[in-house]
């Protein structure tokens, strides 16, 4: 499975937090490749993991409490997590760069926006002043907001703004690979279209491989080329986008299309999971679903979250596939 | 069926320093006995001060809240103590609604204590442990506090307390905005049994259409302090008239990859709603525009169709 020209692949990376009240499994074995100018969703609830995995990646987990316990991140061929820290912060905002959930904290509210921009670009690229605020403008025209506003503060700008300039700045380096963390949460449907279809324009536009973090598998479906489905720090199934729609293998997975209100149909019934989130210090054994799974038996509570692949690279980690793969 | 309640021209505008804030701005609807109307809208646009006031939680500034036929607006002290018994509220956020010093147990009886529901300890005993059977909270969890609990659970306590009093109208102001898909989903289906054992009618306010569609018998789309269309469920998502509905509509992302649809990018952000300029709300983000007179008259809110209400100019002539 693993060639050389994958953009990123990661292998078994795994994190956990060392709490006074126990150790937080945050991510666990996690496996996935990435080629250029393809994005992958990872999709899951409060407390999957998705957060810690898009830290992780950027090395930005906070040691203590956070420890990468294994695992490689290899990008461009190159194991990030051997890189030393002053490498790894070349890197970041240059080469691998994210865009946060909240753009309300995620910019400096003292600065103007232009110079928040200009910032990343005087910090990675040579670069004189002058040009990096004209470049700045630049990019602000390429996310549609005007030269005019270039001076202004993040305060006088709507949510749906200030989103873009969060893109400005993740894009001011041309990246190959950026992490989008719940990218549009925050906004409102009408600004969320703008925000993904701007985001789909410059993917496309740039060549950009990305990282889509969110919980909504709607905008996976229209942003996706491939799902990784996360549950209690576990990556439970990973497919190209159209085998996951078509044919959810995992019972969260399948559970999580039940609960989702289909507004392509008048009169759909939701078949939610039964059941809360497990405590993250205190995870059952085995599979960490199976305290809310319909199809539990009493081998998943040792079940070793082998994964098996059911054809065309579509893994799944759950017991009822063990054995059954191609 | 009889009408539960009914609104007309309900106004609230909030002073503000750059001028009159209109949250609210002339709405009218009915809802049915035992029926939800759903309303939609993005933030800022008044859906949640639309449900305050049809509860008097704040005063509304011009209009009526007919409940059971009678003008709530003009109720007196003991009147309204009476009609908060019957209409009740869930809130949006589970972790800032409910006490953080009260246990499950205290805050279920609370409502039931301060209106004499019970006349001795172990009726009060036995009434709130069958509301927290009929929302789903296991006995055990009586003495636990709100903080030691998920927010689906929360949601459940919410939900207790708003049942207490026996009500026959709840408004629900973003019951499961909060909560995890799978979590939603238990909430969603919960209120739907309540609905159909206790005859609750419902105003549920929500910014997901999805989640919209699936409650409501209405839905009611918001758009800067008005209503701009409204129908039944099944009309106003097949067939939206208002070009605000449409590009919502559009705009939602769908979990399914078969479907196919025109999508409407709506450019610019929703206008401040102070002080706003007559003629249409909508003006300044509509994609159709139908000439000088939507940039001067305010659209009338017209049934186009039996049920099916437009404010929009367009929309009217064709």
Do not use: W
Not at chain 2, 44 to 69: M, P, Y
Not at chain 2, 243 to 264: H, W
């Amino acid at each position: 499975m693993a060639t050389a020209n994958h953009l990123l692949e990661v292998n078994d990376l795994t994190i956990h937090f060392l709490l006074e009240d126990g150790v937080v499994k945050a991510v666990n074995d996690l496996s996935f490749t990435l080629n250029a100018g393809e994005t992958i969703g990872i999709v899951g609830e409060t407390g999957a993991g998705k957060t810690t995995t898009a830290l992780g990646l950027m090395r930005l987990v906070q040691s203590p409490p956070g420890l990468v316990v294994k695992g490689e991140i290899n990008f461009e061929g190159q194991n990030l997590l051997d890189l030393s820290e002053n490498d790894m912060r070349k890197v970041r905002g240059n080469k691998i760069s994210m865009i946060f959930q909240d753009p309300m904290t995620s910019l400096n509210p003292v600065m103007p926006v232009r110079d928040q921009i200009a910032e990343v670009i005087l910090l990675h690229q040579n670069m004189s002043a002058k040009e990096a605020i004209v470049k700045a403008e630049e990019m602000l025209n390429l996310v549609g907001i005007r030269k005019e506003r270039s001076k202004e503060y993040p305060h006088q700008f709507s949510g749906g703004m200030r989103q873009r300039v969060g893109i400005a700045i993740a894009l001011a380096c041309n990246p190959t690979l950026l992490i989008a963390d719940e990218p549009t949460t925050a906004l409102d449907v009408t600004i969320q279209a703008q925000v993904l279809e701007l985001m789909k324009q410059l993917k496309q536009d740039l060549n950009t491989s990305m990282i889509m973090i969110t919980h909504d598998l709607g905008i996976v479906a229209d942003i996706c080329d491939k799902v990784a489905i996360m549950y209690a720090g576990t990556v439970v199934e990973l497919a190209d986008k159209v085998d996951l729609f078509k044919n959810p293998k995992h019972p969260y997975t399948v559970g999580l299309f039940g609960s989702i209100p289909d507004i392509t149909n008048d009169d759909d019934e939701l078949k939610p999971i039964k059941g809360a989130m497990p405590d993250p210090t205190d995870l059952p054994s085995g599979c960490p679903f199976r305290t809310r799974c319909d199809h539990v038996r009493d081998a998943c509570a040792a079940f070793n979250m082998q994964k098996t692949d059911v054809g065309n690279g579509h893994y799944v980690k759950c017991i009822l596939f063990e054995g059954k793969g191609v | 069926m009889s009408v539960m309640l009914e609104v007309k021209d309900l106004k609230k505008y909030f002073k503000t320093k750059r001028g009159s804030l209109h949250a609210v701005d002339g709405l009218n609807f009915k809802i049915n006995q035992g029926e939800t109307l759903g309303l939609v809208g993005e933030s800022g646009c008044g859906k949640s001060t639309t449900g305050r006031v049809v509860l008097r939680l704040l005063e509304a500034t011009g209009g009526e809240v007919l409940f059971e036929g009678k003008n709530i607006l003009d109720y007196k002290k003991q009147e309204m103590r009476k009609f908060r018994e019957n209409a009740q509220i869930v809130f949006q956020d589970p972790f800032a609604s409910l006490n953080p010093r009260m246990s499950v147990f205290e805050i279920i009886s609370e409502p039931l204590i301060i209106n004499k529901k019970a006349e001795s300890k172990e009726e009060l005993n036995k009434k709130v442990l069958s509301l927290m059977d009929m929302v789903g909270l296991a006995e055990r969890l009586r003495s636990t506090y709100p903080h030691e609990l998920d927010g689906g659970r929360r949601q459940r306590i919410g939900i207790a307390r708003a049942l207490a009093l026996n009500p026959s109208f709840i408004v629900q102001d973003e019951p499961v905005s909060a909560l995890d898909v799978s979590i939603q989903a238990q909430i969603l289906n919960l209120m739907d049994e309540l609905q159909k054992e206790l005859k609750l009618t419902y105003l549920f306010i929500s910014h997901d259409l999805g989640v919209i569609k699936h409650v409501s018998d209405n839905v009611a789309v918001m758009y800067l302090g008005k209503i701009v269309e409204m129908a039944d469920y099944k009309t106003l998502f097949a067939d939206p008239r208002h070009p605000y509905t449409k590009a919502l509509l559009s705009a939602i992302p769908v979990p399914n990859l078969d479907y196919q649809r025109e999508r409407i990018i709506l450019e610019g952000d929703v206008p401040s709603p102070i002080n706003p300029p007559p003629g249409c709300r909508f003006y300044g983000r509509c994609f159709v525009k139908h000439g000088d007179v939507c940039q001067n008259m305010d659209p009338e809110f017209k049934e186009v169709t039996p049920g099916h209400f437009v404010a929009c100019h367009g929309c009217h002539n064709a």
